[in-house]
């Protein structure tokens, strides 16, 4: 990856925006998961030149894309099957 100027480069992090390296951290992912996702996948980025950059409401978006619904149905299974029952005050 090529190096930005330092002009580009502070106009950018003044903006919000984040090298991969940077946005892995705040996103909580691994640098090679995110580039593969960036150059694979279609997440969105910026590019200038070769940098590639993440906007805030970009990685909100990656946040939005990587997001697995609960599933209502397991969770009350789940429930259900660690549920002990108590023991009665009788039964003693």
């Known amino acids: 990856m090529s190096t930005p100027t330092p002009d580009a480069e502070s106009m950018m992090r003044r903006d919000g925006y984040l090298p991969p390296d940077e946005a892995a951290r705040d996103l909580g992912c691994g640098k090679r998961w995110l ?8 997440f969105p980025h910026t590019r200038m030149g070769r940098a590639k950059w993440l906007s805030p409401e970009d990685r909100e978006e990656i946040r939005k894309l990587c997001r697995i619904p609960a599933e209502p149905a397991k969770i009350s299974r789940l429930r259900r099957s660690t549920a002990k029952p108590r023991p009665s005050a009788r039964a003693a």
């Open 35 to 42: 580039l593969d996702g960036l150059n694979r996948h279609g």
